[in-house]
């Protein structure tokens, strides 16, 4: 599990969770499994885990535990599965949305500007559009959207432009060819950074990483029993935009209740041991009695 993906948060969202040994849970994105491991160790023969993760890469660390119910499947359609395998409701539920080091770091899955691999960036092989297809057919307006209001790249115009030149020359089809197409956008100093938001862009899309968080977020909330805690850990601004609003609207709407007034932060010695995790943020809150179900 450590080779596959170090978890972020570990103690502090598994805590939040406040696990009642009987309980049914949902980890909706699996990745290595560390999560759910800490959840497992908590819960008696009459808890349950639903682990959900859309790559079977992830699924396969699925550990031999007649408690967990592995479900292969984008976390949007967490109520759908919950329903599905003969629940109500469940007790809390935690999605981490960080990619896993097993993605980024697996040359072939084409995740990372460190390699010279196939762009491909997809959660899932099932799915049908990879970052060639964004990066070759999407029109230049359109990809300078998607770098500036994903990415965050400030010259998200130029580096559109510079794309669509070259792809017009041959198509891009490898990320070392990305990295070139780029390189006159591309700022001497902070390279790795430019284009880290380049790739988070483009995965995003590739992904419908907000379409998808959207979606999650209020049918996590509906699939909550009463005093279920909601417990999500978020790496960029975007995606802890959605999910503090989310909260919002619910605890406005009297569905949820704070746990925290502030997200959770990793402690610096986390950082020190998984840089990855400098940017997370766990927002957690409480189901409260009223039902829209």
């Given at each position: 599990?450590?080779?596959?993906?170090?978890?972020?948060?570990?103690?502090?969202?598994?805590?939040?969770?406040?696990?009642?040994?009987?309980?049914?849970?949902?980890?909706?994105?699996?990745?290595?499994?560390?999560?759910?491991?800490?959840?497992?160790?908590?819960?008696?023969?009459?808890?349950?885990?639903?682990?959900?993760?859309?790559?079977?890469?992830?699924?396969?660390?699925?550990?031999?535990?007649?408690?967990?119910?592995?479900?292969?499947?984008?976390?949007?359609?967490?109520?759908?599965?919950?329903?599905?395998?003969?629940?109500?409701?469940?007790?809390?539920?935690?999605?981490?949305?960080?990619?896993?080091?097993?993605?980024?770091?697996?040359?072939?899955?084409?995740?990372?500007?460190?390699?010279?691999?196939?762009?491909?960036?997809?959660?899932?092989?099932?799915?049908?559009?990879?970052?060639?297809?964004?990066?070759?057919?999407?029109?230049?307006?359109?990809?300078?959207?998607?770098?500036?209001?994903?990415?965050?790249?400030?010259?998200?115009?130029?580096?559109?432009?510079?794309?669509?030149?070259?792809?017009?020359?041959?198509?891009?089809?490898?990320?070392?060819?990305?990295?070139?197409?780029l390189d006159k956008a591309t700022p001497a100093?902070?390279?790795?950074?430019?284009?880290?938001?380049?790739?988070?862009?483009?995965?995003?899309?590739?992904?419908?990483?907000?379409?998808?968080?959207?979606?999650?977020?209020?049918?996590?909330?509906?699939?909550?029993?009463?005093?279920?805690?909601l417990a999500v850990i978020t790496y960029h601004?975007?995606?802890?935009?959605?999910v503090k609003n989310a909260i919002r609207d619910?605890?406005?709407?009297?569905?949820?209740?704070?746990?925290?007034?502030?997200?959770?932060?990793?402690?610096?010695?986390?950082?020190?041991?998984?840089?990855?995790?400098?940017?997370?943020?766990?927002?957690?809150?409480?189901?409260?009695?009223?039902?829209?179900?």
């Amino acid at each position: 599990m450590s080779e596959y993906h170090t978890p972020v948060l570990l103690k502090e969202s598994v805590s939040a969770l406040a696990i009642q040994p009987g309980g049914v849970y949902v980890d909706a994105t699996f990745g290595g499994g560390g999560h759910s491991r800490a959840i497992l160790e908590q819960l008696s023969a009459k808890g349950r885990l639903i682990a959900i993760d859309q790559d079977s890469d992830a699924l396969a660390n699925v550990p031999q535990d007649k408690r967990l119910i592995p479900v292969r499947s984008n976390f949007r359609f967490v109520h759908n599965w919950i329903r599905y395998h003969g629940f109500e409701e469940v007790d809390g539920i935690l999605a981490d949305l960080g990619v896993s080091s097993h993605q980024f770091d697996t040359e072939e899955r084409g995740f990372s500007f460190r390699f010279d691999s196939e762009l491909d960036m997809r959660m899932s092989d099932a799915a049908a559009k990879s970052a060639k297809e964004v990066v070759n057919s999407y029109s230049e307006e359109s990809l300078a959207k998607i770098l500036g209001e994903y990415g965050e790249v400030a010259n998200s115009r130029f580096a559109a432009k510079l794309i669509c030149e070259a792809r017009s020359a041959r198509p891009i089809m490898t990320t070392a060819e990305l990295n070139a197409a780029l390189d006159k956008a591309t700022p001497a100093f902070g390279q790795h950074k430019y284009l880290a938001k380049v790739y988070q862009a483009l995965r995003i899309e590739v992904n419908d990483e907000m379409t998808a968080l959207e979606r999650f977020m209020p049918m996590a909330v509906k699939s909550l029993a009463e005093g279920g805690i909601l417990a999500v850990i978020t790496y960029h601004s975007l995606e802890d935009r959605i999910v503090k609003n989310a909260i919002r609207d619910a605890i406005r709407d009297g569905y949820l209740e704070k746990v925290t007034s502030k997200p959770i932060l990793p402690a610096e010695s986390e950082i020190e041991g998984n840089t990855r995790a400098r940017s997370a943020k766990l927002r957690v809150a409480k189901r409260t009695a009223m039902g829209y179900r």
